[in-house]
């Protein structure tokens, strides 16, 4: 059965600094892997998302994610974080063939960021 | 364009009791999801419509829970009665893609808080 772990549950950085979320996901086969984001008060927000091809994708709000097929990881950086960046960052895995967009996600990083 | 409104945004309900929770998607999506998070778990998949059928219904804990999509368009998760358990966010997406992979991004609501007391 395919799962994705996200072994950090809370993380705190300065604005400014950078930022490496880790994601480790489990499946059979070339995943779809994705990554949300839920401000408070606000429903989940597709960053970015890795299909095939270049491994190194960009999302919006200056996000970028990285697939190693060798470690089965697909952590998501950001060079310069910014105080509006605080919220939950989800790491999600999904199927090739069928199924749609059912994902399994991961439990979640909270990101707090301090000024 | 309006996105996915869920209603409500946060529901109280007394164990036993029977709560109905709706799903609003973007208009013209096909394929709709509801998912549950636990809270401190991760996002579990429910189930999957595709228009008024149910495609995927796999991760429906029991049978306290019934989702109806009537007419292809709003879902509603009842839930009857409910348990502490059943205690969460609840989530509903919809993507427009007909297909079998995840290449259109599905769109999320904001939740419904549910809390069982």
């Known amino acids: 059965a395919q799962s994705v772990t996200q072994p950090d549950i809370h993380i705190t950085v300065s604005e400014g600094a950078s930022l490496e979320l880790r994601c480790n996901y489990s499946?059979?086969?070339?995943?779809?892997l994705f990554w949300y984001v839920q401000s408070p008060g606000q429903g989940l927000q597709l960053l970015l998302k890795?299909?095939?091809?270049?491994?190194l994708v960009q999302g919006i709000k200056g996000f970028e994610a990285e697939f190693k097929r060798s470690q089965s990881s697909f952590n998501l950086r950001k060079p310069s974080v910014h105080w509006s960046d605080a919220a939950e960052y989800f790491c999600?895995?999904?199927?090739?063939?069928?199924?749609?967009?059912?994902?399994?996600f991961g439990t979640g990083t909270q990101l707090k960021v301090e000024l | 364009e309006a996105g996915v409104t869920q209603f409500p945004s946060h529901s109280v309900i007394e164990k036993g009791q029977t709560v109905t929770l709706r799903c609003d998607p973007i208009?013209?999506?096909?394929?709709l999801y509801w998912y549950r998070r636990v809270m401190g778990k991760e996002i579990k998949f429910l189930l999957h419509?595709?228009?008024?059928?149910?495609?995927?219904e796999s991760g429906m804990p029991n049978n306290r829970f019934l989702a109806e999509r009537t007419g292809g368009t709003y879902s509603t998760l009842k839930v009857q009665p409910a348990e502490l358990e059943d205690s969460g966010v609840y989530f509903c997406?919809?993507?427009?893609?007909?297909?079998?992979?995840?290449?259109?991004?599905?769109?999320f609501g904001q939740g419904t808080r549910l809390t069982v007391v």
């Open positions: 208009s013209g999506h096909d394929n």
């Open positions: 499946y059979g086969a070339t995943p779809y």
């Open positions: 997406a919809s993507s427009p893609y007909l297909g079998q992979g995840p290449e259109t991004e599905a769109f």
């Open positions: 419509f595709v228009k008024e059928s149910k495609q995927d």
């Open positions: 890795y299909f095939s091809g270049d491994t």
């Open positions: 999600a895995v999904g199927p090739h063939t069928g199924g749609g967009n059912k994902l399994t």
